[in-house]
C-alpha cells in the first residue's frame, strides 16, 4: 500500500497579475514505511508537496491520496479532522508556544480529540518518553537547547500517534551533532513504530539517513545521484 499517491497534480500560485505554476504534473508515490527524503534548490516546491499531502493547501487538479483518502473529496472540516489524526508535522524553527512547557506544547494537538485529561497527560509522557526529554517536561523551549526543543516538536508530533511524519528542513537550525541525533531519533520512528516519514532537506548528511532521496527541480522530480 501506498500512504502518499500523488497523480499529475499541477499546483499554481497567483502572484498579483502573474500566475506562478509550481507543479507541473506532479507524480510522486511514497509506499507505506518509507523514509523519503526530498532535496532540491529552494523554490522548487518541496514545501509546496509537504503541504499538499499534509492537507494544509490544495492541487488545483489531478489527484492526492493520503492514508488511504482523496483529499480533493474533503471538505475544509473534514480535512482538518482528517490532518489530526494521519499527519505529524515537524518544522524548521520548532513552532512551539513560548510561554508553554514542553508538556503543555506537545499537548496541544490533543486538545482537538476527546480525550479526558488523564489520558491526554499519559499521552503525553509516552511521547516525551520516546523523544527523551521525560526529564524537561516543565521546561519551557527558552530553557532548552535547540535540539531538545526539536525533540519537544518531534513529541508533539507523534502525540497524537499519526502514521504520516512530514519533515521541513528539521535540522536546518541545528549544528551537527544536534542534527544527527534528531535524525537517528527520525530513524528510530521509522524503523521501529514503522512511521512513513517524508523530509525535505538541503543537507545530503540528513538525506543519507533516509531509505531514498528524490530531487525536486522546477516543480517536477528525479531519483537521480548527486554529481
Ligand atoms: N502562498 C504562496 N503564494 C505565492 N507563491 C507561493 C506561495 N507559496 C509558495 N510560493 C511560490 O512557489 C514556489 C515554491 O515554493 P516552496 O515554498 O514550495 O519552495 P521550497 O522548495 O520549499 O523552497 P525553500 O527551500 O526555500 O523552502 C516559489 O516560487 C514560491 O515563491
Ligand atoms: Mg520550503
Known amino acids: 500500500m501506498d500512504a502518499v499517491s500523488i497523480r499529475h497534480v499541477i499546483k499554481a500560485y497567483r502572484r498579483g497579475r502573474e500566475q506562478v ?13 518509507e523514509f523519503l527524503a526530498l532535496m532540491g534548490p529552494s523554490g522548487s ?3 509546496t508537496i509537504l503541504n499538499l499531502i499534509g492537507g494544509l493547501d490544495r492541487a488545483d487538479s489531478g489527484e492526492v491520496v493520503v492514508a488511504g483518502e482523496h483529499l480533493e473529496k474533503l471538505s475544509g472540516g473534514q480535512l482538518a479532522k482528517w490532518r489530526a489524526r494521519h499527519i505529524g508535522f515537524v518544522f524548521q524553527f520548532y513552532n512551539l508556544m513560548p510561554m508553554l512547557s514542553a508538556a ?3 499537548e496541544l494537538p490533543l486538545l482537538l480529540t476527546n480525550l ?3 489520558e491526554r497527560r499519559r499521552h503525553v509522557d509516552v511521547a ?3 523523544v527523551g526529554l521525560t526529564e524537561r517536561a516543565q521546561h519551557k523551549p527558552g530553557e532548552l537547547s535547540g535540539g531538545q526543543q526539536q525533540r519537544v516538536g518531534i513529541a508533539r508530533a507523534i502525540v497524537t500517534d499519526p502514521s504520516i511524519l512530514l519533515c521541513d528542513e528539521p535540522t536546518g537550525d541545528l549544528d551537527r551533532q544536534s542534527a544527527d541525533d534528531i535524525l537517528h531519533l527520525l530513524q528510530q520512528l521509522n524503523r521501529q513504530q514503522k512511521k512513513t516519514i517524508i523530509m525535505v532537506t538541503h543537507d545530503q548528511k540528513a538525506a543519507d539517513y533516509a531509505s531514498r532521496t528524490l530531487h525536486v527541480d522546477k516543480g517536477a522530480l528525479a531519483e537521480k ?3
Do not use: I, R
Not at 21 to 33: I, N, R, T
Open 21 to 33: 505554476e509550481v507543479l507541473h504534473k506532479l507524480d510522486l508515490s511514497v509506499p507505506e514505511g
Open 45 to 47: 516546491g518541496k514545501t
Open 104 to 106: 503543555a506544547n506537545v
Open 116 to 118: 479526558s485529561k488523564a
Open 128 to 130: 516525551l518518553g520516546v
Open 225 to 227: 545521484e548527486l554529481a
